[in-house]
C-alpha cells in the first residue's frame, strides 16, 4: 500500500484530536469532581440522579417536618407533665379537705390553694409554640379558654355596658337568675369560686347570707330583697359593683366559639399525614360521665366554699375521672413522639442511603479518573513525539 | 534509419524527460494542497513501418497527463458527507437543548421544582405565617421565570435554526453555480481527448461540500460534464444550472412572537425543495421535529402543575375562610406564560392552606324586581333567604349559578358577573330592571376549620410524590411531576448519544475513505524524489545521445 503525505498528515491530526478531546473530557471531571455533566454522558443514570436528587430534597423536608413536629408535641407534652402534677397536687388536697375533721375556715383556705392550682392549669391549657396555642387545633390563634373578670370599676365600665348584670325584679327573692354580659347580653357561666363579691355603693353584701351564687351555671338567688333588682336600670358609678372572674371559650372573627377540634398534620413520610395536636376536649373531658376539667374544679370550688363535704367527695370522683383522661392522652402523646422519633432515625438512615447513592451515580472516583488522566496524557505526548518524527522525514533529507 | 532522425529520438526522449519533470515538480509542490489528485504521465515507445525490421522505433512518445484518483471513493465520501451534514446538525441541536436544561445540576428546573413544593411543606409547619406564605408565592415566581427561560431559550435556538437554513440555501446556489462553470471548462478541454485534470479536482471538492449541505446525485456525460440533482430535483445540467429560492411563512412560537419561517422551492419550477439528507435536513429537522419536541415536553409539565395545584388550591380555604381561589393562572397554555393568578399576586393571604367545605344548594334567591337595577350596588345572595336570620352565601362554585327571569336565562359576562367569592350579583345592563330574578346556585361552607389548618397546603405538597403525569389507557396517572421530567431528561441524554454515535460512525467512515484515497491521489515524496532522478537521468542519457550523434555526424562531415 501506498503511504502518502497527506494521509500521514490526516492520520496524525485524527490521532492528536481524539486524545486531546479525552484529555479535555477528563480535565473537566477532574475540575468539577462530577462525573455527570450533561445528559448525554449517561442518559439513565442522569434520570435515576434527578429522581434521586429530588427524593432527597423531599426527604430533607420529612426530616424538618418532623423535627417541627417533634416540637410542637414536646410543648404539648411538657405541658401535660406540668397539668399532671398539679392535678395530684388537687387530689391530695381534695382527699384532705374531705376529712371530718375539716373545718368550714379550713376548706375556704384550702380553697384559695385550689383557686391558683386552677388558674395555673389554665394558663396551662393556653400553653403556646412559636406563638401558637397547641390545644386549639387549627384555630392556633384563638386560645382555646379565656379567663375574663367582669370590671365594674371605670365610669367607662358603666357607660359602655361592660359590667355584669342580672335581672331579679320579676322573680324576687329566692329565685336563681342568669348573670350575663350587658354588652352582649349572653350569659356568663363558669364563675371562679372565691372570686365573687358585691356592693351597692358602700354596703358590701354577704355570700349565703344575701345571695348564693351558682358557679358552674353562673347564677345568681338573692335573699336580700335589696338585691332583687334589675341591675340594667339600677346602675350608676356607685350603684351595683359586681366583681368575679370567670371562663370562657375562645372566639373567631365570626364570633363563634371555637371547638379545638380539627387535626394538625404533618406529612411525615411519602404519603404518610400524622396529626401532631391533642384537641383539647380529648385531653380534659372525660366522656363516659361528661365530666370535663374546669366545670370539676368549679364544682370541688364550690363545694369548698359551701362546707360541702358529700359535694367534696364527688368531686374526688370526678378528678379521678377527668385525671384518667388526662393520662390517656399524655400517654397518647409519648406514644406519638416516640412514633415520629422512629420515622424520623429511619429518614436519617434513608437520607444518608440516597446521598451515598447520588453520590456514586454523580462524583468522578478521583483515583480512577486522575490515573486515567495520567493515562492520557502520555498516550498524547507519545502521539506528538511520533507526529514530529514521522512527518519530517522523506527522501528529500537523504538526498 | 539516418544519423538525422536519430537525432530526433534524442529530441523526443529530451522533450519527454522534461515534461514528465514538470509533472513531478507539480506533484510536488501540490503534495499538500487539498483535494490535489496527483498526476501521472502515459508514456509510450514512439513507432514506424520499417519494411525489413518491421517495425522500428522513433523513440517516445507522452500520450497524455491523467490523474489518479478513485472516482468510487469519492462517490462513497459523498454519500457519507451528506449523513455527516445531517447528524452535525440534529447533534449540534441536541447539545444547545442539553446546555438550555442544564440538568444535572442546581441551577436546573427539577431544583425549582422542588423548592417549590417544599415552600409548601414549609407552609403545611406554619400555615397562618406570612413569611411562610411569602416563600410559597416566590418559590413559585422564581419557577414561572425558570419555565419562561428555558422556553425563550427553546425559542431562540429554533430562530437561529431557521436563519441558518437560508445560509445554506445561498450557500448551494454559489456551489451549484461553480460546478456549471468548471462543466464548461471541462467540456471544452476534453472534447479535445484531453484530460481537464485539475477542473475535476476543484469539481469534485465542490461536490463533497455541496454533498454536506445537501443530498446529491450525479451523472457524468461523455465530455466529462456532470449533472447534478438532489431529491428530484436537477439543479445542474450541462447545459443550465437552477438557483434555489426561499420563502417565508409567518409562524407564531409559543412565546408569543412570531418567526418567518423559511421554506424552499427550486427557483424555476417552483416545486418544493425536501431534502432527504445534508445540514439543510438537520436544520429542518432541528427546527420542525426535534425542538417542538422538548418545547411539548415542557409545557405538558407546565400545564399539568398549574392544573393540579390549582385543583386543590381551589377547594381550598385562605386566611379569612374564603375559597374557590386560583394559585396559578388557569389561562396559562403551557412553560412561556405560567404565571400566578391575580389573587395570589395581590396578597399571600390568597393562599389556601386550609381545606374543607361541603356543598350545598342554595334556594329561593328571588331578586325582586328594583332591587337589583343596572347601576345600584351588587346584591347579596344567601344560604336560604327564608331563614330567620338569613346568612350570606359566600364562595359559590363557579359554574353552578344559573340566573333565570321568568321567560329566559340570562348570560353571564353579558348580562350579570357574580363575585364568587363573596356572593354578590351585579347587572350589566338595564334589560331586567323590571323583572323578578331567580338566582340557583351552589356553594361551600362548614369546611373551614381556621387559619391553623394546613390540610390543603398538605395535600398540595404530596402532589409531588404523586402519580399526576402520563395517562395510560385507563386513565390513570402513571407518573410523577419528577419521574417525567427525567424521564425526559433521560430521552434527550439518549437522543444526543444516538446522534453523536451516528455523527461519529459516519465520520469515521469518512476518514477511512479519504485515507485509502489518499493512498491512490495523495502525492508520496519519496515516490516522487525517485521519479525525479529518474528523470534526471534519462535527461541526462538523452543529452548524451545527442552530443554522441552530432559527433557522429561532426566525424561524417569531416571525412
Redesign the interface.
Known sequence: MRVTVTELNRNVQHVIHERYNDLARLQEQLATGRRLMRPSDAPVDVANDLNLTSEMKRFQQYNKNINDGLGFMAITGDSMDSMNILMQRSRELAIQAASDTKTATERVIINKEIEQVFRQLITLINTQYKGEYVFSGPQHKIPPIVLNSSPADSVDDYNLFRMASYDASASGVGTPVQLFNSFDQSPITKLIPGTFSLSIGTTTYIENTDYSVDYEAGTITPLNPDLAIDVMSNYSVDGVKMKFEYLSKGKNIYGETISGKGEILREIEAGVTMAINIPLEEMITDYSSGNELTGMMIRFGESLLKNDQPGIERAIEELDKVFNTMLSAQTRNGAKINRLETTLYRNESQTTGIVAQISVLEDADMAETVSKYMLTENVYKAALQTATRVIQPSLVNFL | MSLISNLGVGMRGLAASQLAMDITGQNISN??VEGYSRKRITQAAAYRRDPTYGQMGMGTEIINIERVRSSFLDVQIQNQNQEVGLWKEVDYT??SI??I?M??TDT?I?TF???F??SW??L?????NISAREMVKTSAEILNDVFHNLSNELSDLSRTRNDEILQRVNKVNELTKTIYDLNIEIGAVESGMNNANDSRDKRDMVLKELASIIDISVIENDVGQISVSSSGNLLVSPAYHQKLETTTSVFALPDGTSVGQIGIRVAETRNEFKPISGQIKGLIESRDVIIPKYQEKLDTLARSLVEKVNQLHTTGYNLNGYTGIEFFDSRTTGASDIQLSSSILTSVHNIAA?SGGELHTATQNVLAAGGHNFGAAPQQLFRDPTWAAPVEARNVVKGTAIVSSPDAVLTEGTDYVIDYIHGTIQMLHAGYDSVDLRVDFQYRSGGF???????NS?AI??L??DMTMEQDLHGNYTSTF??F???F??????N??EA?ASLETRQFLI?QY??HQ???A??????E??NL?KYQHTYQASARLITTIDQMLDVLLNM
Open positions: 503534495a499538500d441536541l447539545e442539553e446546555n436544561f440538568e444535572p436546573g427539577q421544582i422542588d423548592s413544593f417544599d411543606q414549609n403545611s409547619n406554619n400555615p397562618s386550609a376549620q381556621g387559619p391553623g389548618d394546613n390540610t398538605v405538597a404530596k409531588r410524590s419528577t419521574s421530567y427525567s424521564a431528561i433521560g430521552e434527550l441524554g439518549l444526543r448519544n453523536s476518514e479519504e485515507s489518499d493512498a491512490i495523495g502525492v508520496s515524496l519519496d515516490e524524489m525517485g532522478i
